[in-house]
């Protein structure tokens, strides 16, 4: 898998880091498994990590910085919230992350991403996912998890 894909992740705000890291471990999975190596912007110690956000740490080619490195023009710029003085470098392309579902986008179709596999099962059967891919499919949906014994503390 080359590793020349780049990824600079900013997030300011508190969602992200909810549901006990989850969503930020999937977000970064995401692109780690794209081939992407990833920056991401040494904030964590302000956000208490649980659980599946510290899965973040064992992520392929992850750098924890302050700031992106030179030559962003092929790179993405991951964020929540816009930084001005990143945002005006060069990017091939930026992605923002929006909590607000509900908020009306008038010029431009979001991307909305389902509620994501769980941290513990996203690598946990890789072989029945890739089987699963490869057949035809008429549903393109695919549930995963157990309601028994779930709660939240």
């Known amino acids: 898998m080359s590793r020349d894909k780049h990824l600079f992740a900013k997030f300011t705000g508190g969602e992200i880091f909810l549901e006990q890291g989850r969503l930020l471990f999937t977000l970064l999975h995401i692109f780690a ?6 920056h991401l912007y040494d904030n964590l110690a302000d ?8 899965m973040v740490f064992d992520l392929p080619d992850l750098d924890l910085t302050q ?3 030179a030559g962003t023009g ?5 964020h929540d919230r816009p930084d001005p003085a990143i945002a ?8 923002q992350v929006r909590f607000d579902m509900f908020a ?3 010029f431009s179709d979001p991307i909305i991403m389902p509620f ?4 513990l099962q996203v690598d946990a059967c890789p072989v029945r996912i890739a089987a699963g891919r490869a057949r035809r499919r008429v549903l393109r949906i695919l549930c995963s998890g157990d309601t028994n014994h779930y709660g939240r503390q």
């Open 33 to 38: 498994k794209g081939g992407y190596r990833i």
């Open 67 to 69: 700031a992106p490195l």
């Open 104 to 106: 009306p986008f008038r």
């Open 88 to 95: 005006r470098l060069p990017w091939r392309k930026r992605l």
């Open 116 to 119: 994501p596999m769980h941290p």
């Open 74 to 78: 092929d790179w993405l710029y991951l």
């Open 47 to 54: 956000h208490d990590l649980d659980k599946y956000g510290k």
